[in-house]
């Protein structure tokens, strides 16, 4: 692999350095490394690209592919800081010329501390046990109260109850139960520490009780998924704000 991905945070923010030569068999690796710090949550991703080399142009659509994740789920402003005069040139036509990009690093924070928006969440750590997910509705039903969204006390607390007891039943991990308040949307994520991926089911038997949960989430939450994290996984849903 021609390509190095290494990241390092403030306490808020997290910076991946992106070196080496770029081409299209990097394409996935990279996507997968920066898919990872936006499983952080940070409050802004800084991707500095000051010791990156394009040899194929057509790699960079992986940046519009995170961007496209940001803003799906975390939210995350992405930031790409100190391209080379070479890479800039790729960056500013075509399909990429609406990337945000800056001359470096210390432009780019500028920019996101003039734009930090307080974002309310609520944490909880959570052992694979079988009262966790009625735990993890009693958390969301406190979000909604608190942040005034009654309407979203039913699909948030499923959503949660669903996430968690997934968890119990396949992972059986300790895990990071996560809601924020977006402009448009309520967050829900649970973190756990197994890389297996969940896979929704394809039929399930109308008589059973189990294998629903999946189904339940997509049809409750205006757009869920799943990241790989440093130490497993995050599988989120947002739900639209009324």
């Known amino acids: 692999m021609s390509i190095r991905c290494e ?3 403030d306490g808020t923010n997290l910076t991946a350095t992106v070196s080496g030569r770029l081409t299209l068999t990097d394409v996935v690796s ?3 490394s920066l898919l990872k710090c936006l499983a952080e949550q940070p409050d802004a991703l800084l991707i500095d690209l000051a010791r990156l080399e394009v040899d194929q142009p057509l790699a960079l659509s992986v ?3 995170v961007l496209r994740q940001a803003a799906r789920w975390p939210g995350t402003p992405v930031l790409l800081c100190g391209p080379t005069p070479a890479t800039r040139r790729h960056l500013v036509i075509g399909a990429h010329q609406r990337l945000p990009l800056f001359a470096g690093i210390a432009e780019a924070l500028a920019q996101v501390h003039n734009e930090r928006i307080t ?3 609520l944490n909880e750590q959570l052992l694979p046990l079988s009262g966790a997910p009625r735990h993890a509705r009693d958390v969301a039903t406190e979000a909604c109260l608190r942040w005034d969204l009654p ?3 039913g699909a948030a607390s499923l959503i949660a109850n669903e996430l ?6 396949h992972a059986g991990t300790m895990m990071t139960l996560h809601l924020s308040l977006r402009a448009r949307h309520l967050n829900i994520a649970v973190r756990d520490g197994s890389p297996a991926l969940p896979v929704p089911p394809v039929d399930v038997n109308p008589d059973s009780l189990g294998g629903r949960g999946l189904l339940l989430i997509n049809e409750l939450a205006s757009a869920w998924g799943c990241l790989p994290s440093a130490d497993g996984k995050v599988v ?3 739900i639209r704000r009324p």
């Open 30 to 32: 990279l996507r997968d």
């Open 7 to 9: 990241t390092h945070g």
């Open 164 to 169: 968690v007891a997934n968890v119990v039943d």
């Open 151 to 153: 309407d979203l006390v």
């Open 63 to 65: 940046f519009t592919v």
């Open 119 to 121: 974002v309310p969440s």
């Open 236 to 238: 989120w849903a947002a």
